[in-house]
């Protein structure tokens, strides 16, 4: 079965720090992971990564896997408050249809 | 338009109810999707439709019942269901090719029907 675990769980920090929120996976025949930001209902899309060491950048968002380790990173700079919400990293295989299997998620709040 | 419409919002049912959730994308997509979400849990996938055939039936109990009656629409259908079954309901689409041999893992997410089953 699938696996996918985030860390940390929970966070809180101040606007403008940065932030690293850790996936690992757990995945037979690993296709791709994503990441997805939910901050009310609808997870919206924020990176898909298929190629190890390949950094994916946008604005103040990057995030990079690691197939060795079976791992991946966001990083989130000069955290605003509008950054508060829950990420979600999520794992894709090979199999005949497009599952996702996601992992429990990092809340991260960003306070004033 | 990158919009998946999910309606109603919100539901309130009894036990012995029969309602039903809707979703609608416009994007040409050929694989859809339900996620059923728990308070402070991640999407769990429930049914994936593709080419409006059911492709995944991730062993749900048969008081929902999914429906794809075209490529845009796709129905949850629910009928005596239990308070635990309160939860986020989420749709979502992708894009599918070459009659689902090519595969996009990328899901467009609706915002969700949160139902209270009483």
């Known amino acids: 079965e699938d696996k996918v675990v985030q860390s940390p769980l929970s966070l809180v920090v101040h606007e403008g720090d940065t932030v690293t929120l850790n996936c690992s996976y757990e995945?037979?025949?690993?296709?791709?992971l994503l990441w997805y930001k939910q901050e009310k209902k609808a997870p919206t899309f924020l990176f898909m990564l298929?190629?190890?060491?390949i950094e994916k950048k946008s604005g103040r968002l990057s995030s990079i896997l690691d197939k060795k380790e079976l791992f991946s990173i966001l990083n989130i700079t000069a955290t605003q408050t509008g950054d508060s919400a829950i990420y979600l990293c999520?794992?894709?295989?090979?199999?005949?249809?497009?599952?996702?299997?996601f992992g429990t998620g990092t809340r991260l709040q960003v306070t004033l | 338009d990158t919009e998946v419409t999910q309606t109603p919002k919100h539901l309130v049912m009894g036990m012995t109810n029969k309602k039903s959730l809707k979703c609608e994308q416009h994007?040409?997509?050929?694989?859809m999707y339900w996620y059923k979400q728990k308070a402070k849990k991640p999407p769990e996938l429930m049914f994936v439709?593709?080419?409006?055939?059911?492709?995944i039936n991730e062993s749900v109990p048969s008081r929902f019942s999914p429906e794809c009656p075209n490529s845009s629409l796709l129905n949850l259908h629910l009928h005596a269901l239990q308070p635990e079954d309160s939860a986020l309901y989420l749709c979502?689409?992708?894009?599918?090719?070459?009659?689902?041999?090519?595969?996009?893992?990328?899901?467009?997410f609706g915002s969700g029907t949160q139902l209270s089953v009483l």
């Open positions: 298929t190629s190890s060491g």
């Open positions: 995945v037979t025949n690993f296709r791709s």
């Open positions: 979502a689409s992708s894009r599918e090719g070459n009659r689902g041999r090519i595969r996009d893992e990328k899901l467009f």
């Open positions: 439709y593709s080419y409006e055939k059911l492709s």
């Open positions: 994007m040409g997509h050929r694989a």
């Open positions: 999520a794992v894709a295989n090979t199999g005949t249809a497009s599952k996702l299997t």
